[in-house]
């Protein structure tokens, strides 16, 4: 698991191709990738990275393993939903909305996004 979560992490990266960034410019405008991986998840990158470290957990199963394995996933969590999703909706407008809506955070259909009004525009998960 953890040299196939590696490996799928490497091949997300690269399916990317000119759109792979580290970190958030605002001002830089990439192209919303949403084919091969991004169709089945729309940050199949973090969820490569959590199942290598969850592969590298079962493998030296300990408090301190867990604990990363645990860290990361909150990581990622906050990292998508306080600074990838707010950056892509600034940028791709009603383009990611849409995306959102069908395609799941992490895994299939588990985190898709729909639009709601409440006095201001706002997305919530609904799955």
Request: hydrophobic share 50%; charged share 15%; no cysteine.
């Amino acid at each position: 698991m953890s040299v196939t979560g590696t490996a799928a992490t490497l091949a997300a990266q690269l399916a990317m191709g000119t759109s792979w960034r580290i970190g958030v410019d605002p001002s830089e405008r990439t192209e919303l990738v949403t084919d091969g991986a991004f169709a089945l998840a729309r940050n199949p990158i973090f969820t490569a990275m959590a199942a290598s470290t969850l592969g590298l957990t079962l493998m030296v199963p300990n408090a301190v393993a867990l604990a990363a394995l645990l860290v990361l996933v909150v990581a990622l969590q906050l990292q998508v939903r306080a600074v990838e999703e707010p950056y892509l909706i600034a940028t791709h407008g009603d383009d990611y909305r849409r995306y959102a809506a069908r395609v799941g955070r992490f895994v299939p259909r588990i985190g898709r996004l729909r639009q709601t009004y409440n006095g201001a525009d706002t997305l919530r998960d609904v799955s």
